[in-house]
């Protein structure tokens, strides 16, 4: 069964009157000077390469007031085919219908004039943009192997030697909004000798370009690369060199661990390729290098650069950790057989780390396996968890010291309760206990004594009579000691407030 060929899908636009004034002005430009679309050259070299289209321009230039005659080269699919067909466009004095090229630089229009290749068109009819007038002669370039530089309103070939003029150079260095100090021209954060002798700068890797042919370093840090799309990209598409590679010397300058010397820069023709920007080089070469020092298999801790070696506690101290965050990275460290390489990093973010495989190990040396479980399942950060874990343990290991009564009265074991509930639990849930005090006056004077021992009687004064708040005033050195008292000075404490407060009973025979 014969296919029907389906019609070609053309994207064409209608030309507004400034992009149609634009096209008219250049195609009259073309006709004042049709040589306008090559580059010029003084050596032999171009002088060669070029023969063949400068015959054909000349030809056209001869026969650029004869629309049939131009109509008639228009049809050849070569630059000169482009000049006849944008030659056209100067007589017709219109261009209302545009299609539309998608180039790496973004949409381009052009008018479809003749037959000539839509690159051709673009150059010839976009011949005053420095880049997209190289279309015409990309392909003469790269055969011949020629060096050509295009900015602001020149246009030069250099033969088989890339020789970028000053003022090239000058304009690169503009179009990457940089200055030029000598031969560096880096941003504000990597300074010029660094830049030149290939230096690190701390906390700052930067990618450092060394354009041969202009004796000039290019030099742009991390952060400001975030913006700066793909460095290399915006010189070459103003230039023309059959090997960029050879040209241009593409580094990343950034040590995992400082001062140790030359490495290997990843990802070069990823980069020289357009596949990744300045800043996805940088960040790709940066964890590429912790990923290979990873991989070794000898144990080193290495924070912002600095080497620990196998000095754990010298690494942990330098993350600054509270108490149950260095209690869990000694834990964790002890059992690790690699490289840790990390930078910029809190004790939290070091632990979720590795939180996943031992976080519940971690746990159950703290606590009991059932509670262990319960915590690492918490909506919480290692650090969260980790402190509610320690805590707990430091609240049993309190009250394993404390003594043990049975059966105590109903005042003794208010304060008891009062007093062990501060030294387990802390403030917070001690101010909460104490309100539910006794109804009696002896325990009213003990709860508000509590409160003033604590600081907190002010807005609770209220609450209690004269007499309760007379008797508190004289029972708060009582409770003060009581909850300031150590396991060993625990009883006596407690029997010296009940004393002072008129319990009689000896609590001596209850205790277990």
Known sequence: ??????????????????????????????????????????????????????????????????????????????LAGAVAGTLLIAHSKKAPFLAVVRLPTGEVTYAQRGKADKKFLVAVQHLDDPSLRLLGVRDIALKRKLHIYSWNNSFVSKGDKPSPPKEFIDFIIDKLSLNLNGDVASCKHIPMEKARDKQEVENRPYLRIQWNSANVIIALCKSCTKNSGNTLFSITRYLIEPDISS?????????????????????????????????????????????????????EFILDGKSYGDDIDGFINALNPKPYERYALSWILEKIDHPVVVSNITPNGLLEQFWEEYGLDVLSSLVDEDLANDLVSLDDTPSGILKTAWEYKERQEISSKLPRYKNLPTIA???????????????????????????????????????????RAGDQKWRYSNIEIEMGEFLEEYARRLLEATPEEYHNALKELLSASGVSENIDDLLQ
């Not at 580094?251 to 070069?268: L, M, N, P, Q, S």
């Not at 074991?413 to 006794?438: M, Q, V, W």
Request: hydrophobic share 35%.
């Open 1 to 78: 069964m014969k296919k029907t060929r389906r019609p070609k899908r053309f994207s064409v636009r209608t030309a507004s009157k400034s992009v149609e004034k634009k096209l008219l002005q250049n195609a009259e430009k073309l006709y004042e000077d049709p040589f306008i679309v090559l580059p010029k050259f003084e050596d032999n070299v171009s002088k060669k390469a070029f023969s063949g289209i400068i015959r054909q321009i000349k030809k056209i230039d001869s026969i650029k007031d004869n629309v049939d005659k131009l109509e008639r080269f228009s049809k050849k699919k070569s």
């Open 247 to 299: 040209d241009f010397n593409i580094e990343v300058i950034g040590h995992i661990i400082k001062d140790r010397g030359e490495v290997e820069t990843f990802f070069v023709d990823k980069y020289l390729s357009g596949a990744l920007s300045d800043y996805q080089l940088i960040v790709s070469n940066m964890e590429k290098r912790r990923e290979n020092l990873r991989k070794k298999h000898e144990v």
């Open 413 to 455: 074991a208010f304060a008891d309760h009062i007093a062990r509930t501060y030294h387990i639990f802390g403030l917070e849930k001690t101010l909460s206990e104490i309100r539910n005090t006794p109804s009696d006056t002896k325990g009213k004077s003990i709860s508000y004594a509590f409160l003033l021992a604590l600081g």
